[in-house]
């Protein structure tokens, strides 16, 4: 019984080096993993919205982070019916106005073909993800979209008259 209580201790010993010895093994890796995630970006997150007596776009998003940049346009509101009347198509752009010129983040098209209603409270103004949708036309800062984020709205009536509206939008950071 001895011998069977001598081996079992001897068997418990070793396991606990063994142990013990792969527990240091990882603090020496430790400082490379520790290293590697000081680099990552912070992430910024920014709100933005505007309102005239046309539209109010309201609830956009844009996350800046280390897999990428999502925009969300938000939503729109109506606030002038008589703009948008016999409207059966429009295009719906964001875009930052850098040096005189729109840059683009994202546009919709959409045309009626049933005859009804195009353009409702709390439509969905659309959402883009991937590398510099937002920062790649500037790269020193977020600081230009901070100040030059535009919506604007095209609208084509059913008797073709054509009407274009642009909104200067608020953005704000969050963090």
């Not at 520790?34 to 910024?44: F, L, M, P, Q």
């Amino acid at each position: 019984m001895k011998k069977v209580f001598i081996i079992a201790l001897a068997f418990v010993l070793v396991i606990f080096g063994l142990t013990f010895y792969r527990l240091e093994q990882a603090d020496v890796s430790t400082p490379a993993t520790a290293v590697h995630s000081d680099d990552k970006k912070e992430t910024k997150v920014f709100s933005f919205g505007g309102s005239d007596d046309v539209l109010t776009v309201m609830n956009g998003t844009v996350i800046i982070d280390e897999d990428g940049e999502t925009f969300s346009g938000g939503t729109i509101q109506v606030n002038s019916e008589d703009f948008f009347d016999g409207v059966v198509s429009y295009n719906t752009s964001f875009y930052i106005l850098e040096n005189g010129q729109k840059k683009t983040v994202i546009s919709n098209w959409l045309t009626d073909q049933t005859g009804g209603k195009v353009i409702s409270d709390g439509d969905d103004l659309g959402k883009i993800s991937g590398a510099d949708v937002v920062t790649g036309y500037n790269n020193d800062s977020t600081e230009n979209l901070m100040k030059n984020l535009f919506f604007e709205i095209e609208t084509v009536g059913a008797d073709g008259e054509k009407k274009s509206h642009q909104l200067h939008l608020d953005v704000k950071e969050v963090n």
